[in-house]
């Protein structure tokens, strides 16, 4: 369908052209586009846009009948021509009935004042939500030129996402402190999978058998541990933790079974193992799936028989230990393809405790955060901060690869850098901006390519001018922010600007 067809397209009998037209001045081209093609799509009326005041006044003013009422929608600070307040001034000296919607960036009593006193029907600061943008268009067009819209143009739509995503109204989220239910024994969780861990851990903790914990690194399967430890008859006892990973495979089988003088070069003294320094207690084996095969077959020994053999030595020790055992790879897999004993996987999976990625519990985030926030925060709260609605959107919406740890991560380093204020998106990873799907959704279907085809090379260059002047805009010229935001070295920002003779 061509642009023409789409602005007409008839809906309860009637056509766009019936309606007061919108029509949108705006000089960031991107941003116009944007305003544009969000209320084409949600309220089928014909939206106009202009990059000045003087194209707005040449190409629609002078072939517009002024008895026809319309809808202006005008940023007050326009680079070329008269301004946005200048504007409407002129169209009410040439006797047009409109009603207007301004926008700034840079808000201000001044401003607001001097547009009240034009009469203008509503003051919006950017950024701002479409979706209000929307509902005041067609409050303004219902209710200052009494025109009355058709009720499925009037009710919700679905806007720049694509066919099949609707938007969560995650924004409206706020940080929120664990209550004493959401708290247990240091794990953080309201979300019903989390409520799902804490109630297996009490049942299990009061057994003696075996566990596996399984779950994607970052997720805090150390902590299920050290509850269940904690929580069970060997709680006075020792809980010895060995990461299986992160110990050479030659070296590993003394860390776990001891080893005796002259055993191998470098012994000159009997040690004990893991496992024995471990006797009464628990041992935790966390990352067990890197563990090297042969050394498997030792564990599972251990695992049947309740006796260790350290190194160089013919004498077995009996043990009274509790193995649990955590792991981030699917060893289930790992048995298919013959990198992890089968029999081992049955002896260690007695009881699975599965931890899910932060990805799974969305709800948890805004609990986190709080926790966190409570750990990194100073005492006196001066380096306190505090997130933007849209902010809270973008950490809502990333799929945290690294989980709680990650999370945990992000807000500590936030409150070192921007301790004290509000953190906005441009303060975030530039990771969570690339992997924000409403962000990808936004862009896939921004632009429809005419029927007479575009010079894409000019569109790109202009898409990279807007972009570039938006970031330089929103952080107030300072280079380094906006080239975190663009993703770009400094340098290389500078040099494209200096080459497009871009400035503020």
């Known amino acids: 369908m061509d642009d023409m067809n789409f602005l007409h397209q008839s809906f309860d009998g009637a056509q766009a052209s019936e309606f007061p037209p919108v029509i949108i ?18 309220l089928k009326l014909n939206v106009q846009l202009y990059t000045s005041s003087e194209d707005c006044l040449t190409n629609f003013a002078k072939n517009h009948p002024k008895e026809s009422p319309f809808c202006l929608v005008t940023d007050i600070s326009l680079e070329q021509g008269s301004d946005g307040l200048l504007l409407i001034d002129i169209l009410k000296d040439k006797g047009f009935e409109f009603v207007s919607i301004v926008m700034t960036g840079f808000a201000s009593i001044e401003t607001a004042i001097a547009a009240t006193k034009k009469g203008v029907f509503h003051y919006l600061t950017k950024p701002f939500e479409l979706d209000n943008l929307k509902k ?3 409050d303004a067009i219902q209710t200052k030129l009494n025109s009355t819209l058709p009720r499925d143009i009037v009710t919700e739509g679905e806007g720049l996402f694509a066919e099949g995503y609707k938007p969560r109204a995650i924004s409206k989220l706020k940080i929120d402190r664990p209550t004493v239910e959401d708290q247990f024994e240091g794990m953080i969780g309201r979300s019903k999978v989390m409520r799902d861990v804490f109630e297996r851990i009490g049942k299990v903790a009061k057994t003696d058998s075996t566990i596996l ?8 399967k150390e902590l299920v541990a050290s509850a269940i430890h904690k929580l069970s008859s060997r709680g006075q006892k020792n809980r010895v933790s060995v990461n299986c990973g992160a110990i050479p495979g030659e070296l590993l089988e003394s860390e776990l079974f001891g080893h005796v003088r002259g055993a191998f070069t470098g012994a000159i003294s009997t040690r004990k193992g893991r496992f024995e320094l471990a006797q009464g207690g628990t041992i935790f084996l966390d990352e067990i799936g890197d563990m090297p095969t042969l050394l498997q077959v030792k564990l599972l020994r251990v695992l049947q028989e309740r006796i260790i053999e350290p190194v160089g030595s013919n004498e077995n020790i009996g043990i009274d230990v509790r193995v649990i055992a955590a792991t981030h790879r699917d060893l289930e897999k790992a048995v298919a393809e013959g990198k992890f004993r089968e029999d081992l996987f049955y002896r260690l999976n007695v009881i699975p405790i599965r931890m899910p990625a932060l990805k799974e519990r969305r709800e948890d985030i805004p609990l ?14 001066s380096n306190e901060i505090s997130f933007a609605p849209i902010t809270m959107d973008l950490l809502m919406g990333y799929d945290w690869p690294g989980n ?5 991560n992000v807000i500590e380093r936030l409150v070192i850098l921007r301790g004290g204020n509000e953190i906005l998106p441009e303060d975030l990873p530039a990771k969570i901006f690339r992997s924000n799907p409403l962000a ?12 007479l085809g ?11 001018d807007s972009l570039i002047m938006q970031a330089m805009n929103r952080t107030r010229g300072n280079k ?13 920002l500078i040099e494209k600007m200096k080459k497009k003779n871009l400035e503020l």
Not at 213 to 220: H, N, V
Not at 368 to 381: G, Q, T
Not at 454 to 464: A, C, H, T, W, Y
Request: no cysteine; aromatic share 6%; net charge negative.
């Open 368 to 381: 986190l955060i709080s926790h966190f926030l409570d750990r990194f925060v100073s005492a006196d709260r």
């Open 404 to 408: 709680v740890r990650e999370l945990e």
């Open 25 to 42: 001045v705006e000089d960031d081209k991107l941003l116009g586009l944007s305003l544009r093609k969000y209320l084409e799509q949600t």
């Open 454 to 464: 575009v010079d894409l090379k000019q569109i790109l260059s202009d898409i990279e």
């Open 480 to 492: 380094n922010q906006a080239s975190k935001l663009l993703t770009l070295n400094r340098t290389t």
């Open 440 to 451: 990808t959704h936004h862009y896939k279907t921004l632009f429809d390519l005419p029927e």
């Open 136 to 138: 005041l268009v067609i």
């Open 213 to 220: 914990i399984m779950g994607p690194s970052g997720t805090g």
